[in-house]
């Protein structure tokens, strides 16, 4: 049986100082964790934007290739990269056909190497084609001249 004297000595639980101090400790240890790893949890996202930017780049490069190839297979001596040059400069609107992707194009031009440099010229063999999406970027020559 207890006595009257030990019913205060044997009160379970915590005293308001022991919370008190609890308090403060988690916010501080959750301060110098949110700190360390916020960076990290903020722009964890990013890495996924930039896949999923060079992933569609690709899908889009791939489409305009099969397009250069079916144009190719069609006529072959009558092929003309001007045909598929106007093609990707209007592919990435939903009314015009093809319709590639959204994507914008840096470069759509004819190139020539010269002494290890590109130079841009009005006409030639060599089609330079570079498209964006977001911070992704993606280059691809295409040329008139075919292997069969």
């Known amino acids: 049986m207890i006595r009257p004297d030990n019913i205060l000595k044997t009160?379970?639980?915590?005293?308001?100082?022991e919370i008190i101090l609890l308090i403060i400790l988690s916010a501080l240890f959750g301060t110098l964790l949110f700190q360390f790893t916020g960076t990290s949890v903020t722009r964890s996202g990013e890495e996924v934007v930039l896949v999923q930017q060079g992933c569609e780049l690709t899908g889009i490069m791939e489409q305009m290739t099969a397009d250069y190839d079916e144009l190719i297979k069609t006529d072959p001596e009558g092929f003309s990269l001007d045909t598929f040059q106007s093609n990707i400069?209007?592919?990435?609107t939903k009314e015009n056909v093809p319709y590639y992707g959204d994507y914008t194009v840096n470069t759509n031009c004819y190139i020539i190497f010269t002494d290890?440099?590109?130079v841009v010229v009005d006409d030639s063999n060599l089609?330079?084609?570079t498209i964006t999406k977001g911070s992704q970027s993606l280059?691809?020559?295409f040329s008139k001249k075919t292997d069969t």
């Open 127 to 129: 089609l330079k084609v």
């Open 139 to 141: 280059t691809a020559l």
């Open 89 to 92: 400069a209007a592919g990435n």
């Open 11 to 17: 009160s379970a639980g915590f005293t308001m100082i």
């Open 116 to 118: 290890g440099n590109e």
